[in-house]
Nanobody, 120 residues
Framework: QVQLVESGGGLVQPGGSLRLSCAAS????????MGWYRQAPGKQRELVAE???????KYADSVKGRFTISRDNAKNTVYLQMNSLKLEDTAVYYC??????????????WGQGTQVTVSS
């Protein structure tokens, strides 16, 4: 069974930086993509960044140029480097992995969420 454990959230001032980590248990077999969503109170869940196994990336317009997604295959870990943080980035961030329907653990698997609070 796939389990994702997130870390790296916290309180940061505007303009600061944080790096979120998401470590997956077990094999990385059949992973199609991995990435991050976020959800703020009263707002819909938003796709922040996605990285496919082919190396393609996708970012929300609101974070382009400020956030970077990357992975370490040896550690089965995906990262989200967040720079120049704004008040509007405050949210709970959820990592995910999407696995092939032909593999042993198909579909999306989610982390528990980590709180990012940007405040002066």
């Amino acid at each position: 069974q796939v389990q994702l454990v997130e870390s790296g959230g916290g309180l940061v001032q505007p303009g600061g930086s944080l790096r979120l980590s998401c470590a997956a248990s077990g094999s990385i077999f059949s992973i199609n993509a991995m990435g991050w969503y976020r959800q703020a109170p009263g707002k819909q869940r938003e796709l922040v960044a996605e990285l496919t196994t082919g190396g393609s990336t996708k970012y929300a317009d609101s974070v382009k140029g400020r956030f970077t997604i990357s992975r370490d295959n040896a550690k089965n870990t995906v990262y989200l480097q967040m720079n120049s943080l704004k008040l509007e980035d405050t949210a709970v961030y959820y990592c995910y992995e999407d696995r092939s329907l032909r593999g042993p653990s198909p579909g999306k698997h989610w982390g528990q969420g980590t709180q990012v609070t940007v405040s002066s």
